[in-house]
């Protein structure tokens, strides 16, 4: 049996930081806004004779052998194919294996790459094991699982893009996590005035979400007035987006992305601030660094009509363009 899967990334809008939990449920009505895109990450898992387990990650450059699946529980914290071995360890596949991972974002892009190669590796694993757990089930997984390979609270928000596609709203509250999908109309639209990059730079440092979930629950009013400007700025987006007023969907970007940077200044690098400076010298309208930041990617926002002319001046400058469109399958499991 050969299973093949695979599962979107995301450009996350607003909202980010506060999908990790306990901090939204300090923060009434909290949601975070994001859209999968096709840069997806792919799992190929084929039963083997015997009984070893072969693991290579292409886009790492690692490789792993296992005697079998009893050796799997002997995980090394660190070890670079952690999130697979572990989970292998949770799903506890019978058999002889052979497992290729592989992302189509750049590493450290800030797309939520491992949080879909999670989803991925979730659907291929439950597959073999004939699809024990539901897709709900799957999302807790993989959320749980990640949170033991980072070894601190994993947010929430990676993972529902990764298995349902499109353009989302996360909402978050006492009684959990809940996905609020958008039209597909609507998230065409919006992918019309998107423009990707990569900087060139994997990131190194951006936001420590341990240190501001410490000091928010701590009680540092700064940090506080930050997280609550971010959460106003993804209410603002999600209402913006819903009525069609693009204009007012990025400034609540950009008010999103100004309260991000005070929260944690090394999110952005003087390469970054160049660069987003250039493009908004050249029609791009709103900016958001993706993910934690330090590096990694930086999405524009932009008018339809300046869209290619953005990309173009871009390119001319040496800027890495990352091509994508909005991906509405979510998780994709095949066997045979």
Known sequence: MIVN??????IDLAGGTSDIWPLYLFQPNARTVNIAINQRAKAKVEQINGNAIEIRSEDLGHSHRLPSIDYVDEIEAGHPLE???????FFRPT??????????SPAGA??????ALAISLCGALN?????????EELVTIAKNVETQVLRIPAGVQDYYPAMYGGLNTVLLGITGDSLLRHSHILAHNLESRLVLVYSGKSRNSGINNWGVMKDFLDGNKEVQSHM????????????????GRFDEAARAIEYEMEARKRLAPTITT????????????NGAKAAKICGAGGGGCVMFMT????KFTLIKKLRDRGTQIIDFHVDSDGLSVNSY
């Open 5 to 10: 899967s695979s599962a979107p990334t995301r």
């Open 83 to 89: 999130l697979i071995l572990r989970l292998l360890a």
């Open 95 to 104: 058999g002889g294996l052979s497992i290729t991972t592989s992302c189509m």
């Open 110 to 115: 800030g797309l939520g790459g491992s949080s």
């Open 127 to 135: 597959s073999l094991i004939g699809g024990k757990y539901s897709r």
């Open 228 to 243: 609550r400007a971010i959460q106003e700025a993804a209410m603002d987006l999600e209402v913006a987006l819903k009525t």
């Open 270 to 281: 003087p390469e970054i601030d160049e660069l987003i400076a250039f493009a908004k010298e």
């Open 303 to 306: 008018a339809p009509s300046e």
